[in-house]
């Protein structure tokens, strides 16, 4: 167990739809980093999110959006969905912005089902 | 821009030696990662190397040479749970956020 948490485990919706995926931090962690993996592909970074700031961007659409709380948990949110975007969904965390040492722990995911 | 090559697929037999190896091209080489992902699963840290050399944590060591752009992650001992996607990933910090880009990974299949 990282110590990452993500909710839900499992999501399945219909196109056209919009979702939330939350993702909690370790305790002490400032940044949150979300991924997305379609089946059979690599881990895709979306978006990072360090102390409440947006701190850099990756391939995120543009019908997706992020945040990150005072409380430092974060959510994905994901709109007119489309076949496409069915995938697991990771987010980790670390304690800095990503220095040299600075390791990112996932959490669980979730399983997003567009259908 | 970082460009990571790592084999797609590579079979073993239990109680063997596998090596992994990952080639990166990158501006600003600023640390280099190998995660382990079963199917289905969150990636799991397993390394980091820096510095040139060996690293090594147990049935499993890594390996950087920076003037080569290359890495490997070697597993000795090869256990039937071993059997798992292996992802190479570097940080660039000539990317914003020194942002962590991965590799496609590196499927592992330990055959008794």
């Known amino acids: 167990d990282s110590g990452v948490t993500q909710t839900p485990k499992h999501l399945i919706t219909a196109t056209g739809q919009r979702v939330t995926l939350r993702c909690s931090p370790r305790?002490?962690?400032?940044?949150v980093y979300w991924y997305q993996q379609s089946l059979d592909q690599g881990l895709q970074f979306l978006i990072q999110?360090?102390?409440?700031?947006?701190?850099a961007k990756g391939n995120i659409l543009e019908r997706f959006s992020a945040q990150q709380f005072p409380d430092l948990h974060s959510e994905l949110n994901l709109s007119s969905l489309e076949l496409g975007d069915s995938a697991l969904y990771f987010c980790a965390s670390s304690v800095l912005a990503g220095g040299p040492a600075d390791t990112q722990y996932f959490g669980p995911g979730t399983r997003l089902t567009v259908l | 821009g970082q460009n990571i090559d790592q084999p797609t697929e590579m079979t073993a037999t239990e109680g063997a030696i596998v090596q992994i190896n990952c080639t990166y091209q990158t501006s600003g080489f600023n640390g280099l990662f190998w995660y382990q992902q079963h199917a289905g699963e969150a990636p799991t840290f397993l390394s980091y190397n820096v510095l040139d050399g060996l690293e090594e944590k147990g049935r499993f060591s890594s390996f950087l040479s920076r003037s080569k752009g290359y890495s490997y992650l070697l597993l000795k001992e090869l256990q039937m749970k071993d059997s798992a996607s292996y992802l190479c990933?570097?940080?660039?910090?000539?990317?914003?956020?020194?942002?962590?880009?991965f590799g496609g990974g590196t499927r592992v299949l330990v055959k008794p």
């Open positions: 305790s002490g962690d400032l940044s």
């Open positions: 990933a570097v940080r660039d910090r000539a990317a914003a956020g020194n942002k962590l880009t």
């Open positions: 999110y360090y102390n409440g700031e947006e701190r």
